[in-house]
C-alpha cells in the first residue's frame, strides 16, 4: 500500500482559499483513482473529489465550481485547491488512493484539519 501524507490546513476566513497537498511514499503513476475525502465532526466521511490516473475528475456537488483536484504523476502528489471556502466546508480532509478500478480506497492518510472560520 501507498503512504499518503496530507498538508496545507489551518484556519482561514469565509471566502479564503486553501491548497492541501497529499505526498505519496511511492508512485501514483498506476493507481486508477486519488481522491480527497472530508468528514466534520458528527458527520460521516464523505467524499470531495477524485481524479483517475487518465485526469478525468469528479466533485461532490457542494464543492462544484469552488474546489480542484489536480495529481503531478512525477511528484506523486495530489493537491485539492479550495476556493470561496465556507464554514460548513470545516472538516478534516484525507486523502485516498484506490490502486484499480475492483479494489476499494486501500491507502489512507492521517487527516489535515480545515476550520473556515471568522
Request: hydrophobic fraction near 30%.
Amino acid at each position: 500500500q501507498v503512504q499518503l501524507v496530507e498538508s496545507g490546513g489551518g484556519l482561514v476566513q469565509p471566502g479564503g482559499s486553501l491548497r492541501l497537498s497529499c505526498a505519496a511514499s511511492g508512485s501514483i503513476f498506476n493507481i486508477y483513482r486519488m481522491g480527497w475525502y472530508r468528514q466534520a465532526p458528527g458527520k460521516q466521511r464523505e467524499l470531495v473529489a477524485t481524479i483517475s490516473s487518465g485526469g478525468t475528475t469528479n466533485y461532490a456537488d457542494s464543492v462544484k465550481g469552488r474546489f480542484t483536484i489536480s495529481r503531478d504523476n512525477a511528484k506523486n502528489t495530489v493537491s485539492l485547491q479550495m476556493n470561496s471556502l465556507k464554514p460548513d466546508d470545516t472538516a478534516v480532509y484525507y486523502c485516498a488512493a484506490q490502486r484499480t478500478p475492483v479494489t476499494g480506497w486501500g491507502s489512507w492518510g492521517q487527516g489535515t484539519q480545515v476550520t473556515v472560520s471568522s
